[in-house]
């Protein structure tokens, strides 16, 4: 079958980004985490005391798909929750969190060098400034 879109850049795109997330998602399962849950953790590690808003702000994620996915991060033991102020909570990592987060970095690591490692080198320092021009990134790096 001829794909009428196999040298549109849109399409070429996709089909990477879904490669390469499959990709991470299979290195990550052994940590028994999705690839959004990890991020959220690593995003809860650099930034303690964040809010649930400024994750999905960040990720590009729907507030209400959030909810349930803290909720398995606080069953799970890596997540707590901390009281801001009156109205607002933040988000920190537990022990167990700090641990998994550190198995994670490891994992999206590996990911990165082999991402890297599929660009010719001299095509290297072009792909992120291609990237970030062809995203909106005025949220802090939303998606």
């Not at 794909?3 to 996709?14: A, E, T």
């Not at 953790?41 to 209400?64: D, F, K, W, Y």
């Not at 537990?94 to 599929?118: C, I």
């Not at 080198?121 to 072009?126: H, K, L, V």
Request: overall charge positive; hydrophobic content about 45%; some cysteine.
């Amino acid at each position: 079958m001829i794909n009428p879109f196999s040298s549109h850049l849109g399409f070429l795109l996709r089909a990477a980004a879904k490669n390469r997330s499959r990709s991470l998602t299979r290195q990550l399962a052994p940590l028994g985490v999705s690839v959004t849950e990890a991020s959220i953790v690593a995003i809860i590690e650099r930034n303690p005391g964040v809010s649930q808003v400024e994750i999905c702000r960040t990720l590009g994620m729907q507030r209400a798909n959030m909810t349930p996915i803290v909720h398995s991060l606080t069953r799970e033991g890596w997540i707590g929750i901390i009281k801001k102020d009156k109205r607002s909570q933040g988000l920190e990592l537990t022990d167990k969190g700090r641990e998994l987060a550190a198995a994670s970095r490891a994992a999206f690591y590996d990911h990165e060098h082999g991402l890297a490692m599929a660009i010719p080198i001299e095509m290297r320092p072009f792909v992120v400034p291609i990237l970030i021009a062809l995203g909106d990134f005025e949220d802090g790096g939303a998606i």
